[in-house]
């Protein structure tokens, strides 16, 4: 006999025929069937208990779902309790242990690719169990904080069971059902679950997050993705103008964002002014904020992550936290140390779509190391229980907290060059030698620099014809960059910078340029345009003589940019970096008719000593 609470709910009222308790509307699911669990937050808690509890429950059923959030039991010992087979899309903490234990097929697809495979019946799906809003006066409910493959599953379903709670949030946008689609409503009346995020206060962690939020732009699109990274990042926003969220999930990050105004989307090109995403993980302070409102989009996982609509965003980020890379850039984000962790998600669909769209910006970040610091997380090349989830052809911005890479386009020796920088120093040396070992870097090729790099040290200067330019430490991959502004050099100006007739620089001579040690010598290059298509338009150095406390100087500067203010501009943050460093000045010996150099040096400091020799001036800057 069906359960009836009494006295029922009036918004149930019209469907009484279809509401009973949990326990009858399980005892319906046959034995070998394949049961959908609704995703994250919106898991149907008390029909997943009703069904683990019953006592004889049926055979050889597997339970389905991208992931859950506190639907399935552990014991003391941490041991998942499930009764069944699971087959998952995500191995997040509900899982994690089901793994260990052998109860659990992990299926390491995009969740974007789903609903196609269940439509197409590849992935099964007999009975789905959800969890629903009340019903509107018109016999709507809706999905709530979860969407997502929720729709496909209901499609396929023979038989769609639906815990309705009055605490769930009704979404907007395309996350309605009917009831007629719904064949038992189990009411219940419990907090949905909540998912707050605890701030992540490491240092490695928050440097990275600082990293990501300043290649965002004002104007950006954003997705948030699972990672803690990504949502570190957002705090880091407040002083940009009209983002964005076009997103596969969304959490309690957006909301400062959303009060301080800087989340408008009015510069988005699919859906305006919305934050679209497919669901929400977060406290009741958001789920709050999404109820009844219009400003939120909340549409299923393959229409959010269709890759035409991504790549169409404008200026679309997505943000990928990845557990290690090789050398060559292919990015493993689901398996470690041999055990899987995580899974796909949606981040490739994500990151193809972020690197299509105009001005957008595909990030891969991760700490340099594991948490005890005992591994490298990039390494010579992906162990052998590390798959690679992301194609080294799809990896554009790599970030840790040691800086940012830019892969695409580059070649092997680039991108191995580029990613030993970003490693731990005391693991570089040995990746070094690894690189060399397996080809990807010269035997000509030296390792100097095992410092952090400096991003504090960035400077954006507007010169006097109101051009911007970025000022910034060298690194070891500048080195076509360098090679590039040489070649546009005049004869006299390779001349007055290297006192000989000089047709190319090798590759030691261009290294010397760039690939410095940060403590007796010192680089630096001013940058024009974007960071993945960057143009180095200047370089100075200088070399520190320990007996003198002073530094030899020498300086490259674009003939398209010479008059501009940008040597002096330059010189001036040399002096500042000097200064830091406790250095008395500089010195530098030039031609004669280097009027130029003369200029900047009379220009940087009022104690100059100009010496006149046969042949060249030897000057004196004391800072």
């Not at 709530?144 to 496909?152: E, F, K, L, R, W």
């Not at 699109?221 to 570190?232: D, K, N, P, S």
């Not at 680089?523 to 974007?530: D, E, I, R």
């Amino acid at each position: 006999m069906k359960f009836r609470p009494v006295p029922l709910n009036a918004l149930l009222e019209p469907y009484a025929d279809k509401v009973c308790d949990a326990a009858h509307a399980v005892a319906q699911i046959r034995n070998g069937e394949h049961v959908f669990v609704g995703t994250g937050c919106a898991a149907p808690r008390a029909l997943v208990q009703a069904l683990e509890c019953m006592p004889r429950p049926p055979a050889d059923v597997e339970m389905l779902h991208f992931f859950t959030i506190k639907a399935f039991d552990h014991d003391e010992q941490g041991r998942c309790t499930t009764a069944f087979r699971h087959r998952s899309f995500f191995v997040g903490v509900d899982m994690r242990a089901a793994v260990k234990q052998g109860l659990v097929d992990y299926v390491p697809m995009s969740v974007a690719r789903v609903p196609e495979m269940m439509a197409l019946g590849r992935i099964p799906v007999d009975v789905a169990l959800i969890q629903v809003s009340q019903p509107d006066a018109f016999g709507y409910v809706s999905l709530g904080v979860s969407v997502d493959i929720i729709p496909a599953a209901i499609a396929r379903a023979r038989l769609v069971i639906a815990e309705v709670n009055p605490n769930m949030p009704r979404s907007m946008g395309d996350s309605t059902l009917h009831i007629s689609r719904i064949d038992h409503l189990v009411p219940v009346d419990t907090p949905i679950t909540r998912f707050e995020r605890i701030p992540v206060q490491e240092d490695n962690v928050q440097r990275i997050a600082r990293y990501i939020a300043g290649i965002i732009d004002d104007g950006s699109t954003l997705q948030i993705g699972l990672g803690e990274v990504a949502h570190e990042a957002l705090q880091y926003l407040t002083d940009r103008k009209d983002l964005g969220v076009h997103s596969d999930l969304i959490s309690d990050a957006i909301i400062p964002l959303l009060m301080n105004g800087n989340l408008t989307g009015a510069r988005k090109t699919n859906k305006p002014f919305k934050i679209v995403a497919s669901l929400a993980l977060g406290s009741r302070a958001l789920y709050d904020l999404i109820d009844s409102n219009p400003l939120f989009s909340f549409e299923p996982m393959d229409a959010v992550c269709n890759p035409v609509t991504i790549a169409a965003q404008h200026k679309m980020v997505a943000i990928a936290q990845a557990y290690s890379i090789d050398l060559t850039g292919q990015v493993c984000i689901d398996q470690f140390d041999g055990e899987f962790y995580s899974g796909i998600g949606s981040q490739g669909e994500f990151l193809r779509g972020a690197s299509r769209s105009p001005g957008g910006k595909p990030i891969v970040c991760m700490t340099a190391t594991t948490a005890d610091g005992t591994q490298s997380r990039i390494r010579p090349s992906l162990l052998a229980g590390e798959a690679a989830t992301i194609a080294r052809t799809d990896v554009h911005y790599v970030v840790t907290e040691y800086g940012i890479a830019y892969l695409f386009g580059k070649s092997i020796r680039e991108r191995a060059t580029a990613l030993i920088q970003l490693a731990h120093p005391q693991f570089r040396p040995e990746l070094f030698a690894q690189a060399q070992a397996l080809g990807y870097i010269g035997a000509d090729q030296t390792l100097q620099n095992l410092h952090a790099y400096p991003v504090e040290d960035e400077l954006t200067v507007t010169l006097k014809d109101n051009r911007t330019v970025l000022l910034r430490p060298a690194l070891s991959s500048d080195a076509q960059g360098i090679r590039d502004l040489f070649h546009h050099l005049s004869e006299e100006d390779i001349y007055t910078r290297f006192f000989r007739h000089v047709r190319g620089l090798s590759n030691a001579e261009v290294q010397r340029l760039c690939n410095v040690n940060d403590e007796n010598e010192v680089a630096f290059v001013a940058t024009t345009g974007a960071r993945e298509a960057s143009e180095i338009v200047a370089q100075s150095c200088y070399f520190i003589n320990p007996t003198t406390n002073l530094a030899d100087t020498a300086f490259m500067v674009h003939p398209d940019w010479q008059g501009s203010g940008l040597g002096t501009a330059l010189q001036n943050y040399m002096v500042a970096h000097a200064k830091k460093r406790g250095l008395r000045g500089f010195v530098a010996d030039v031609l004669p008719n280097n009027t130029r150099m003369l200029r900047l040096a009379r220009n940087g400091s009022t104690t100059v000593q100009v010496e006149k020799n046969s042949d060249s001036v030897h000057i004196t800057q004391l800072i």
